[in-house]
C-alpha cells in the first residue's frame, strides 16, 4: 500500500471524520442518556462561551455553587451547557485565572471573561517523567514548553520547537536540507565519545531510541545520518519538559547522564465533539549567501597571482583566464545552484471529544517540502495519531491508550550543491546547450548538474505505542503498570550511476555503483508501578516504587553493488558485477531496573525528595552490569513563612538545591566481547572470520555526578518571576576505545578510561506579564546561560593517543592551531610561529594553539502580545560563540574566492583572510595557505543575534456558534544579525547546506 497516496488522495480525512462522527455519536449518547434523568430535577439549560478576552478557553470547569454533583467543561471552542435553576450561581474556575462567581439571574445564555491571575501558575502540574509535581513545589530543575509554543513555528523537528526557549538547552540545526537532524547538549557534552552525548527521548512513557538509523554511505540527511526524531510529529505533542539536575534525571538512571526530553501528546477532552482542520502553504530560501567575487575581479586575482610568481604564460588547463572561456560571463552559482525556493505544503486534521468517563483524540496529518536544490526533489511525512482515555464511574480505574504511527520519504540529490555554488569560477560555462542537454563545454569542467543523475532516497515507518492502566486500591494507593513500544523500519539508497562523469572520460555503465540500507528496530518496555500519598500531621507524604522492563532488537544489512550492464539496472544487485555486504547483523539490548521515590512536604515550606534506581544493562560485561544511581533534592518556600507573608510585593520565594548520580550506557551493543566478522574471503570455498573486537570483562558504567542550587522569585503576584541557577556536572569512568598499538592487530579496545570532564554554568531565566488588560496584554521571557567546558583530568594524555585532540583545563570540543603571525611584506607569504624552534613549521609540534569553539553564552527572548482578535508572538535567538571561517582555497587555483576586502586584495600587505595573492603555482605559498587554514587566524566571531520564530494571527468573528477560524502568517530563521561573513553563523560546515528561511500562511478552521 502506498501510504502517501492514501493521505494526499484524502481518504485518510473522510475515515479519519468518519471515525470521530462514531466516537462523537456514541460519546453523545451516553450524554444524553444523563439529560433525560436530569431535566425533571433542574428547571433550564444554560450555554455560553468562556474566554480570556480574545480567545476562548478550552477545559474551563463550570459548576453550580453548593451542587458539587453538577458540573461542565468547556470544549475546544471555550463553548459549554450546564443546568440550572434561575436563582442559582456559577463556579467558573481554571488555571491561571481567577475564579468567577456568576448569579444565573434566570438567564439562558451567559459569557464569561476570565481574568488572567499570575499567582495560580505555580499551581500548574508539570510533567516528572514518574511522576508529576506542582510548579511551586519541585525540587529538580526542569524546563517546559507547551503546545502554545510549539504551534507557532512552520518546523518538522521536535528539537526546533525547543531553540532559544529553553536555559541549558543548546539546540543546533545541523543542515537545511529537507529531513535533515539537530545537534542538542543539556548542560553540555558530558562524554569523551561525541555519540555518547544524546538525552534520553520519553514519549508518553515509552522510551524512544534517537540513535541515527542511516548509513553514511546512503543517509540524504548529509552531512548528519538519518535521525529517527523527524518521525515524531511537533503538532501532536502537548507539552515539552526537558529535565537536566539530578533530582529531576536520577530516578532515570543510567539514562539520565546528559538529560531526558519527556514528550507528552495531545490528549481528548469531554465534552461536544469538536473537528479541527489547518492547512498551510510557505516557502523556504537561503536565509544568506557568502560575498563572492565578480569576473572581474576573479580574474584580476588569477592574473596577479601568476605575475606574482614571474609567469608569463598560462597552462593549458587554466581555461578560465587562458582564453578557453568567456572572459565577460558571469554566474552568481549560489543562486543557480543553491538559490531557488522551497514549497512547504501541511494539512492536518483532528477529531477530539468525549464524555465523563471516556475521552478521545484522533488527529491526522500530511507534509511535503522541495528543497533550494535545482532538480525536481520532494521530502514528504504524514502520519495519524490516536488517543483514548478512560476512567471508571467511581473514578478508581483509569486506561490511557495512544498511538502514533508517521511515514517518511525523503527523495534528494546524493551530493550537496552547495560547495560547487561557492568555489565555481564566475565565468564558467553555463550549465545546458540550447537543445536542453548538459553542457561539458568540450571536456573542460565538470557540469555540477550531473550529480543530479545521483540520487539518495529514505524511507522510514515509525510506529509508537503505549497503555497505562492504574488501579487505587485503597484510598491514596495506586497500582499501575504502563506498556509500551516502538517498531521502526528504514530503507534507504543511494546511486552513483556513471552518468555524474564527465563524458570526456568515456566512462560507462560498469563504473556505476549503489549503496543500501536496511534497518529494523523495534522494542518493548514493561513498568509496574506502586504509588501512595498520604497527610500525616502537617506533612505530606508521597512514594514511589516501580520497575522497568525493556527490551530493543536492530537489524541491520548495509550492501553495495557495483558494475551494470545499464544504469537502468541500477536498482537491482542481481545485475551488478560485483555485491558486497558491509554489514549485517541483529543485535539485542536488554535493560531492567527497580527505581523509587519518597517526597516529604512539610507545611508547605520545607520539601525534601529523594529519588533512587538500580539499573542493569546487558551492554556491560559479567560483574559489571548492574549499578546503582540516586539523588536527593530539597527546597524551601520561604515566602510561606510567616516573617514574609507582610510583604505584599513578594508573591513567592524558593531556594531549592540537589545533588546525585546518574550513569551512560550508550556505548552501543557488545562492546565488551570477543566479537568476529566475516572476511569476505574464501578459502576452500569456506568464507573465514577474522576477530574485529577484543574482550574485556571490566567494562563497566560511565558515572555523572551533578550538583545544583538555584533560587526562584516572583513580585507583584508573579507579574515578574525570576529563577538564577548554579549547576556543575563531572562525568568520569568515561566510554571510549582506548587506542592499541598497530602490533595487537587491533586499533583500539572499548575500556573505562579515569578522565573527568566538567560542566558548570549559570541560568536565568525572568518572565514578566508587562500588561494585562481586558483587550491588550502583554508578555515576556528571557533565557541566558553561561557555560563552560572542560577537561579536568586524562591520566597519560600526553603518551595516548588523544594527545593532538584535548588539553588538560581546555573544553572537549577546541581546535588545536597554528599561531599566525602576519604576511612577510616581501615575500607577500603568511608566517606563523615556530613554537619549538626547529626553523620550521611542522604538525604537531607547532599546531598548540587551543581554540574554545563552545559558545560563552546563549539563549532567547521572547514576547506574546495580543489585542482583541490578534496575536503576535516572536522570539530572538543569540549566541555568543567562535568558530572557524569558511576555507575556499588559495587563490591560484581555479576557485571564487571571498571579496569581502573589495578590491584591496591587490594590495601589498593585505592580511584578509582570504585574500592570498601571491600565488600561481608558488609552492612555499600554497603551504602556507594551508597552514592559515589551520591556524588561529581563521577562528573568528561567530555570535549573532537572530529573530528566529515570528506568529501572528487573526481570529475572525464569524458570530457563528460552535465554529471559529484562525489566519496566521509564521516565519522562520527571518533574520540574522552577525559579524560573520562566511554565511550562516549557526551551522558552520564546509560545503553544507544551512538552515533555511520559512515563511508560512495558513488558516485553522474548528467547529
Known amino acids: 500500500m502506498n501510504y502517501f497516496s492514501f493521505f494526499k488522495s484524502g481518504k485518510a480525512l473522510y475515515c479519519l471524520f468518519f471515525a470521530g462522527f462514531l466516537m462523537s455519536f456514541l460519546s453523545s449518547f451516553g450524554r444524553n442518556q444523563d439529560r433525560h434523568v436530569n431535566i425533571f430535577i433542574l428547571q433550564s439549560q444554560l450555554q455560553g462561551i468562556v474566554t480570556d478576552g480574545s480567545s476562548p478557553l478550552s477545559g474551563v470547569s463550570i459548576s453550580i455553587k453548593g451542587k458539587t454533583s453538577n458540573s461542565s467543561i468547556t470544549d475546544y471552542n471555550g463553548q459549554y451547557t450546564i443546568n440550572a435553576h434561575a436563582n442559582d450561581t456559577l463556579i467558573v474556575s481554571f488555571i491561571g485565572f481567577k475564579t468567577k462567581l456568576i448569579p444565573v439571574n434566570n438567564r439562558s445564555k451567559i459569557d464569561i471573561k476570565l481574568e488572567y491571575d499570575t499567582t495560580t501558575l505555580q499551581e500548574v502540574r508539570i510533567n516528572a517523567g514518574y511522576y508529576s509535581v506542582k510548579e511551586s513545589e519541585r525540587t529538580g530543575s526542569i524546563a517546559r514548553i507547551t503546545s502554545k509554543d510549539i504551534e507557532t513555528q512552520p518546523v518538522t523537528n521536535v528539537l526546533a520547537t525547543m531553540q532559544g526557549r529553553m536555559a541549558g538547552v543548546s539546540i543546533t540545526q545541523t543542515t537545511g536540507v ?25 514519549i508518553d512513557g515509552v522510551p524512544y531510541a534517537s540513535d541515527p538509523i542511516g548509513y553514511n554511505q546512503t543517509a540524504s540527511t548529509f552531512p548528519t545520518l538519518t535521525s529517527p526524531l523527524n518521525s515524531i510529529n511537533p503538532d501532536t505533542i502537548e507539552s515539552l519538559e526537558v529535565l537536566k539536575d539530578a533530582d529531576a534525571t536520577s530516578i532515570y538512571g543510567s539514562r539520565g547522564a546528559n538529560g531526558v526530553v519527556l514528550i507528552t501528546t495531545k490528549k481528548g477532552k469531554k465534552g461536544k465533539t469538536a473537528f479541527n482542520f489547518s492547512a498551510s502553504t510557505g516557502a523556504g530560501t537561503v536565509a544568506k549567501f557568502m560575498e563572492l567575487m565578480n569576473t572581474q575581479q576573479y580574474l584580476a586575482m588569477r592574473k596577479q597571482a601568476f605575475l606574482n610568481d614571474g609567469l608569463t604564460q598560462y597552462n593549458d588547463w587554466d581555461y578560465d583566464i587562458n582564453g578557453t572561456w568567456d572572459q565577460n560571463r558571469y554566474t552568481d552559482w549560489q543562486k543557480e545552484l543553491i538559490g531557488r525556493t522551497s514549497q512547504i505544503n501541511d494539512i492536518q486534521g483532528t477529531i477530539s471529544g468525549g464524555s465523563e468517563t471516556t475521552q478521545f483524540l484522533l488527529s491526522g496529518s500530511y507534509h511535503t ?237 520545607y520539601i525534601l525528595n529523594l529519588t533512587a534506581r538500580r539499573d542493569g544493562s546487558s551492554r556491560f560485561g559479567p560483574g559489571n552490569q548492574f549499578a546503582q544511581f540516586g539523588a536527593v533534592g530539597a527546597a524551601w518556600l520561604f515566602s510561606n513563612e510567616e516573617f514574609l507573608k507582610k510583604l505584599n510585593w513578594i508573591s513567592f520565594g524558593k531556594i531549592r538545591s540537589s545533588y546525585g548520580t546518574t550513569g551512560n550506557d550508550q556505548i552501543g551493543d557488545y562492546q565488551f566481547l570477543n566479537t568476529y566478522t566475516t572476511t569476505g574471503l574464501a578459502y576452500n570455498g569456506v568464507i573465514g572470520l577474522q576477530p574485529s573486537r577484543l574482550y574485556n570483562p571490566n567494562f563497566g558504567w560511565e558515572i555523572n555526578r551533578k550538583i545544583e542550587g538555584a533560587i526562584e522569585l516572583g513580585f507583584l503576584q508573579d507579574r515578574i518571576f525570576a529563577t538564577a541557577a548554579w549547576y556543575k556536572n563531572r562525568s568520569s569512568n568515561q566510554l571510549v576505545g582506548i587506542p592499541l598499538p598497530g602490533t595487537t592487530g587491533f586499533s583500539s579496545v572499548q575500556a573505562n578510561l579515569q578522565a573527568v570532564v566538567e560542566n558548570k554554568g549559570m541560568e536565568f531565566t525572568l518572565r514578566t506579564v508587562n500588561i494585562a488588560g481586558k483587550s491588550f496584554n502583554w508578555t515576556t521571557s528571557f533565557n541566558l546561560t553561561s557555560a563552560k567546558n572542560r577537561l579536568v583530568d586524562f591520566p597519560g594524555l600526553e603518551s595516548s593517543t588523544y594527545n593532538q585532540k584535548y588539553r588538560i583545563n581546555q573544553p572537549l570540543n577546541i581546535a588545536l592551531l597554528y599561531k599566525y603571525k602576519g604576511i612577510n611584506t616581501q615575500s607577500g607569504v603568511y608566517e606563523f610561529e615556530d613554537l619549538n624552534n626547529d626553523g620550521r613549521i611542522s604538525f604537531p609540534e607547532d599546531r598548540q594553539v587551543a581554540a574554545d569553539l563552545n559558545p560563552k553564552f546563549y539563549g532567547g527572548l521572547q514576547n506574546q502580545l495580543s489585542y482583541k482578535n490578534w496575536k503576535l508572538d516572536f522570539l530572538f535567538q543569540f549566541v555568543k560563540q567562535k568558530n572557524r571561517s569558511y576555507g575556499m582555497g588559495f587563490s591560484g587555483q581555479m576557485s571564487n574566492e571571498n571579496a569581502r576586502a573589495s578590491e584591496s586584495w591587490v594590495q601589498t600587505g593585505d592580511s584578509g583572510p582570504y585574500q592570498i595573492y601571491t600565488t600561481g603555482v608558488n609552492n612555499a605559498a600554497v603551504s602556507a595557505y594551508n597552514l592559515f587554514t589551520e591556524s588561529d587566524a581563521s577562528v573568528v566571531d561567530a555570535s549573532f543575534i537572530r529573530l528566529k520564530n515570528a506568529s501572528l494571527s487573526y481570529e475572525v468573528p464569524l458570530h457563528l456558534s460552535q465554529t471559529s477560524l484562525r489566519i496566521f502568517v509564521q516565519g522562520q530563521n527571518l533574520l540574522t544579525f552577525t559579524k560573520y561573513k562566511d554565511g550562516d553563523p549557526e551551522f558552520i560546515t564546509s560545503g553544507f547546506l544551512p538552515p533555511l528561511k520559512v515563511i508560512t500562511a495558513g488558516v485553522q478552521l474548528t467547529f
Open 178 to 202: 529537507p529531513g535533515g537532524g539537530f545537534d542538542i547538549k543539556i548542560r553540555g557534552q558530558n562524554s569523551l565519545r561525541p555519540d555518547a552525548n544524546s538525552p534520553l527521548y520519553i
Open 369 to 605: 517540502e522541495t528543497t533550494v536544490f535545482p532538480g525536481d526533489f520532494l521530502y514528504k511525512k504524514g502520519g495519524t495519531q490516536l488517543n483514548v482515555n478512560h476512567q471508571s464511574l467511581d473514578n478508581k480505574f483509569k486506561l490511557t491508550f495512544s498511538a502514533g504511527c508517521n511515514l517518511q520519504n525523503n527523495d534528494q540529490p546524493a551530493f550537496d550543491f552547495t560547495y560547487d555554488s561557492r568555489s565555481l569560477p564566475p565565468n564558467a560555462p553555463t550549465l545546458y546547450n540550447a537543445d536542453g542537454s548538459l553542457n561539458w563545454e568540450n571536456g573542460t569542467w565538470d557540469n555540477p548538474l550531473r550529480n543530479l543523475n545521483a540520487k539518495s532516497e529514505s524511507k522510514t515507518k515509525d510506529l509508537v505505542a503505549n497503555a497505562v492502566l492504574s488501579y487505587e486500591v485503597l484510598p491514596n494507593l495506586f497500582v499501575k503498570s504502563n506498556f509500551g513500544y516502538t517498531d521502526l523500519s528504514t530503507t534507504e539508497s543511494r546511486t552513483s550511476p556513471s552518468t555524474v562523469f564527465n563524458p570526456a572520460y568515456n566512462i560507462s555503465s560498469a563504473n556505476s555503483s549503489v549503496f543500501f540500507n536496511n534497518t529494523e528496530r523495534s522494542s518493548w518496555i514493561i513498568e509496574p508501578q506502586v504509588t501512595w500519598n498520604a497527610k500525616i500531621g502537617s506533612g505530606k507524604f508521597d512514594v514511589l516504587l516501580g520497575s522497568t522492563f525493556q527490551s530493543q532488537t536492530t537489524d541491520r544489512l548495509y550492501q553495495t553493488g557495483k558494475g551494470f550492464s545499464s544504469n537502468n539496472l541500477i536498482y537491482n544487485l542481481g545485475a551488478a558485477t560485483t555485491v558486497s555486504v558491509q554489514l549485517n547483523d541483529q543485535t539485542q539490548y536488554k535493560y531492567q531496573a527497580l527505581f523509587g521515590r519518597i517526597n516529604y512536604n512539610w507545611k508547605q515550606k
